[in-house]
């Protein structure tokens, strides 16, 4: 005890110097206002209008920053940084250009209520409204895609504006919240007084569920005959799996996962049934479209998982467990609603919870089909398949690293072939679909998490988005090892045009991409390449045995597609399965 001492009270001493009450400059007031919210590190990118703030910086110690190469890599990582620790992500830009180069990245974390705090710089309050030299009207800009946004005109409003900011983003259904602060605010000065107390008229999420509601739940599972769940983000995001897991345990019901909901309950398990929708497994895909029981928990029914919407689960009584009223309903009709946030949901249901008693022959056939009908690919040993690459990871890191992708066929095969066993460790846009947010979504992730293992999964495609953010991982020693998928072309467009579009290629030729390995030690990063199955477990050994950041260029077929594959407009059971 007496060895711990000294750190609390370092930490307790610190709290007390940013909390003094000083008369100091907007710029000193966000960043102690930032440090007293807990937050340990901001990506960002400086520009005129944050100058008073990066100038704040300048010598202040206890202030950690990232300087990224791009301001779409510093909200990318800002936002890996939140999914991997369940933080808060903070990123920085100046104003016009540089705050509309976040707009992507506040989309993506929009789509998949990521909870972040995105700061920019604006012009002074005297030339808003006037086309100043780089004005942008970010506020206005975002609004569709921030849960909630500030326009500071007064220094005295900072240190309330950020306590709220980041109280919304991780409060209820999370998100970003965007603050803009013009550039005569920041170097305006004020008494400084911490935010402490929340006081936000109309907003007020409901965490503790309909106790009735409960109890409909209860009696429909001790009913049904073919129940099963389907278990999202949202699980992740309100931190349990572990309810989640016991929930499971005392109903014994089969349990599938969306895209966002892997890791939020353990792949080896006997009742998961995998991933489901239009990559989906059979098993799971099959089994929501022949359940007599279906409960969602923490997911939005989202078109890739839905399919045609008039043919999703036609037998099935629909419960809905969601901490956002207005996803209930809102694409599929719901027998049972129940609003709250899933920990709290489940922890209130658990106790009572009924085992599934006669669904006995359900479970048979569940696991019928998943002997029968696992995901499945030729393999070659003349040239490297993606899917092996992919199994190959699995395999040497047992499931528990850190894996970020981009987006594309390669982001499929990660999440068909990767096995997780553990939540946040699965790191991918879902929602937007966003290219370029694999890489640097990474080295946030790696930031949050500097002793575990991180992968970043990419596309030649997506790999050259954000390329740039290579110097970072150089600089900063931050050992991510950079997997790229290199199969010379836009894969999944390939393979839309290829199955939908009659073999009508336009446009989706990458063969004049640079040579990743020399581009990676450009940056002073070393680059590995593999072409055969021997290569590839040489490379991979020697990145895993590389202390510091390795970019791996794994050279795979070129025709390879991505199955089962559900073609839009077909139900989830309407599935291409592919030559295998």
């Known amino acids: 005890m007496s060895a711990q001492t000294p750190e609390v009270r370092s930490t307790e001493q610190l709290r007390e110097k940013w909390m003094k009450p000083e008369v100091i400059t907007g710029s000193e007031i966000l960043l102690r206002s930032l440090l007293l919210e807990g937050v340990e590190c901001v990506f960002g990118y400086p520009g005129g209008a944050v100058l008073y703030i990066y100038d704040a910086m300048y010598g202040f110690e206890d202030f950690k920053h990232v300087l990224t190469r791009h301001e779409q890599g510093a909200i990318h990582a800002a936002d890996g940084y939140a999914r991997a620790s369940g933080k808060v992500g903070v990123c920085i830009a100046t104003s016009g250009p540089g705050a509309t180069n976040l707009v992507t990245g506040i989309a993506t974390a929009y789509m998949d209520s990521v909870p972040m705090v995105v700061i920019t710089g604006n012009v002074a309050t005297t030339l808003i409204g006037t086309d100043a030299f780089q004005e942008a009207d970010i506020t206005g800009i975002t609004m569709p895609i921030t849960k909630h946004s500030y326009l500071v005109r007064d220094v005295e409003d900072l240190p309330r504006v950020i306590h709220e900011a980041f109280h919304i983003a991780n409060t209820g259904r999370k998100g970003p919240v965007l603050i803009d602060i013009p550039k005569d605010v920041s170097a305006a000065k004020a008494l400084f007084n911490p935010g402490e107390h929340i006081n936000l008229r109309g907003y007020n999420p409901r965490s503790v569920p309909n106790r009735l509601q409960l109890d409909k739940l209860c009696r429909a599972i001790e009913d049904a005959e073919r129940p099963m769940i389907l278990a999202g983000g949202g699980v992740i995001y309100s931190g349990a799996h572990e309810e989640l897991y016991e929930f499971v345990k005392r109903t014994q019901i089969p349990i599938t996962t969306t895209l966002l909901g892997l890791g939020a309950f353990p792949s080896g398990h006997d009742l998961w049934t995998g991933m489901p929708g239009m990559h989906g497994t059979y098993t799971s895909n099959q089994a929501i479209q022949n359940c007599d029981l279906l409960i969602n928990i923490g997911a939005r029914f989202d078109d890739r998982v839905t399919g045609k919407l008039d043919g999703f689960a036609p037998h099935a009584k629909i419960v809905h467990i969601d901490i956002d009223p207005a996803e209930i309903g809102k694409n599929v009709p719901t027998d049972i609603p129940i609003v709250g946030d899933v920990k709290t949901v ?190 590839a477990r040489a490379a991979w050994a020697e990145a895993l045995e590389t202390p510091g950041p390795v970019l791996i260029d794994f050279v795979v077929e070129k025709g390879e597609n991505v199955y089962p594959m559900v073609t839009q407009g077909s139900t989830i059971d309407q599935m291409l399965m592919g030559d295998a």
């Open 346 to 535: 489940l922890e209130m249901l658990n106790p009572d919870a009924p085992a599934a008693t006669k669904a006995d022959a359900w479970r048979e056939q569940i696991g019928k089909w998943k002997a029968e009908y696992p995901y499945k690919y030729t393999d070659s040993d003349t040239v490297l398949k993606p899917q092996w690459v992919i199994e190959m990871l699995d395999e040497t890191t047992n499931g528990e690293a850190i894996v970020t992708t981009d987006v594309g066929q390669h982001q499929m095969w990660s999440a068909q072939y990767y096995k997780f066993n553990q939540p946040r460790s699965w790191i991918t846009s879902g929602g937007l679909g966003t290219m370029g947010f694999g890489f640097p979504s990474a080295i946030g992730a790696q930031m949050a998490h500097p002793e575990r293992l991180v992968i970043s999964i990419n596309g030649d495609g997506g790999m050259q988005m954000c390329s740039q953010e290579l110097a970072i991982c150089a600089i900063n020693n931050i050992p991510v090892k950079i997997v790229v998928i290199n199969n010379q072309v836009l894969g999944m467009v390939r393979q839309w045009q290829e199955l939908i579009y009659e073999n009508r290629y336009s446009h989706i030729d990458l063969s004049g991409s640079p040579d990743f390995v020399k581009l990676a030690e450009a940056y002073g990063v070393k680059g590995l390449r593999a072409t055969t199955k021997e290569e």
